[in-house]
Nanobody, 116 residues
């Protein structure tokens, strides 16, 4: 299983970024796809995930500013981030799980830096 993330970069406070992650190696669309992040000196934390049927879960810190979506035909998950803040600066990791009870797979991470 491979996860390839795209879209990180440098953005000013208040700006927007769209992350995408393409998952390959599954024979069918994975049960769960999502994003975690890890800021310097902090533990990795959930940003958002989306279940195959469309249910979503967001961290309180990004609710109202981020939208997660997926394209099941392409096994790709997207994270639209708006109104970015300096505290959103982190390495963002794509995550997926084939079934609700199976192991997690992780991408290598993409750096998002919010700074003026």
């Amino acid at each position: 299983v491979q996860l390839q993330a795209y879209g990180g970069g440098l953005v000013q406070p208040g700006g927007s970024l769209r992350l995408s992650c393409a998952v390959s190696g599954f024979t069918s669309s994975p049960y769960r796809m999502g994003w975690y992040r890890q800021a310097p000196g902090k533990q990795r934390e959930l940003v958002a995930y989306i279940i195959r049927g469309g249910s979503t879960e967001y961290a309180d810190s990004v609710k109202g500013r981020c939208t997660i979506s997926r394209d099941n035909a392409k096994n790709t998950v997207y994270l639209q981030m708006n109104s970015l803040k300096p505290e959103d600066t982190a390495i963002y990791y794509c995550n997926t799980r084939a079934r609700s009870y199976t192991e997690d797979y992780w991408g290598k991470g993409t750096l998002v830096t919010v700074s003026s």
